[in-house]
């Protein structure tokens, strides 16, 4: 259980770097760019050169390896549209309602148990999500912007369902560090190829741009390394890792939100907050 719990801390640790972005008004572009380049860096630690060129000339994981990374990227700039156009409840909400790609697709292709304690196990996990994450909308919403949380939905899910799918057919325990530095270099030069594309008419890389992108590099590719590890060795059900650690991230956030950040949190919310705990321990326990 511990790669779960070093995955949720990790992917917490994402949320609370980006928060200290927004008040530290730091370059998101150079954050990013160094972040990628740290993640992938990390993957090749322990490994030297003839290792890894020997390991990518019989590895069949590289297609996969070179799509997550690519969706990533699109996966950020399309948090940031949705969050600009639907708004940032309506956008977390499709991000963790994502979650249910992995799960029924863990269930169903990859004969795990399906009965329907686990179906409502499932059911509840969800509903603890939606009450924990509830807030009314500042605005009402476009039509057209309901498209885009939409797409963000189906792309989220369908990258935690790929993460899987590399887990369990294509990548060895021994190589997860070297898939990850493949799939961050993907995402690198992906997300350089945007800002080339932009043309930033400013500086990206500052001190503390370089200093954040350090940490969320490192909280980036900790949340990829440790989610493999933990579909490997939690003894949990892949449908029930992903339940878990989505529920768990969902909890502490809202936590550290309330008393590091002062952040709001509603009768609604802390009795989800209380339902993903005890959804938690059924999913784990029973």
């Not at 939690?234 to 002062?262: E, K, M, P, Q, T």
């Amino acid at each position: 259980m511990i790669y779960l719990w070093l995955s949720i801390l990790s992917s917490t640790g994402i949320y609370v770097l980006f928060k200290v972005r927004n008040q530290a008004k730091a370059d998101l572009h150079g954050i990013i760019l160094v972040n990628y380049f740290v993640a992938m860096l990390l993957g090749l630690i322990n490994h030297n050169f003839n290792t890894f060129i020997s390991v990518l000339q019989n590895a069949t994981w590289l297609p996969i390896a070179g799509l997550i990374g690519f969706l990533f990227v699109v996966m950020f700039f399309l948090i940031g549209n949705s969050t600009l156009k639907a708004g940032m409840v309506v956008t977390t909400l499709a991000t963790r309602m994502s979650m249910v790609f992995p799960i029924f697709f863990s269930m169903f292709f990859f004969d795990e148990q399906v009965s329907l304690v686990r179906l409502l196990k499932i059911a509840l996990t969800l509903l603890a999500v939606i009450l924990a994450i509830y807030q009314k909308p500042d605005k009402a919403i476009k039509r057209s912007a309901v498209f885009i949380p939409f797409i963000l939905f189906v792309g989220s899910g369908s990258v935690d369902t790929l993460v899987k799918t590399a887990q369990h057919l294509f990548v060895p325990d021994n190589e997860i560090p070297i898939f990850s530095s493949v799939l961050f270099a993907t995402s690198f030069v992906a997300a350089l190829l945007a800002l080339i594309v932009k043309k930033p008419q400013k500086t990206i890389f500052s001190r503390s741009s370089i200093q954040m992108g350090i940490g969320l590099g490192i909280a980036n590719w900790g949340s990829l390394f440790f989610i493999m590890k933990a579909l490997n060795y939690s003894r949990l059900d892949s449908s029930l890792v992903f339940g878990v650690n989505n529920l768990a991230i969902v909890s502490l956030s809202l936590i550290l939100g309330y008393f590091v950040f002062s952040e709001k949190l509603s009768r609604v919310n802390i009795a989800g907050i209380i339902l993903s705990v005890l959804s938690i321990i059924l999913l784990i326990r029973y």
